[in-house]
Nanobody
Framework: QVQLVESGGGLVQAGGSLRLSCAAS????????MGWFRQAPGKEREFVAA????????YYADSVKGRFTISRDNAKNTVYLQMNSLKPEDTAVYYC????????????????WGQGTQVTVSS
């Protein structure tokens, strides 16, 4: 079993940067694909980025491609989301998730979820 705790959210001006962290507990962290999702008020939770267990393959939503970078440190059981050039439309609660298998962009394919961290981008 994997438990996930996000941190690093906050308030930032448009054009600024934030780095989110997701600390995982569980002996098999390195076996899981990790993903970031976000949910804005009144909207459905959506895929943001994912990374394979080896860290060699990454996937991004079109809306964040070129601005966000996902990475992981298996030795520290931590996955990161570096967010640059933030826009007001990036405002949302960001969730970390872990899956053992399945489609990287589907919510239902993820087995474990964190509680989320709020990111607010002011214009």
């Amino acid at each position: 079993q994997v438990q996930l705790v996000e941190s690093g959210g906050g308030l930032v001006q448009a054009g600024g940067s934030l780095r989110l962290s997701c600390a995982a507990s569980g002996r098999t962290f390195s076996s899981y694909r990790m993903g970031w999702f976000r949910q804005a008020p009144g909207k459905e939770r959506e895929f943001v980025a994912a990374i394979r267990w080896s860290g060699g393959s990454t996937y991004y939503a079109d809306s964040v491609k070129g601005r966000f970078t996902i990475s992981r440190d298996n030795a520290k059981n931590t996955v990161y989301l570096q967010m640059n050039s933030l826009k007001p439309e990036d405002t949302a609660v960001y969730y970390c998730a872990a899956q053992y298998s399945g489609s990287y962009y589907l919510l239902a394919a993820y087995d474990y979820w964190g509680q989320g961290t709020q990111v607010t981008v002011s214009s």
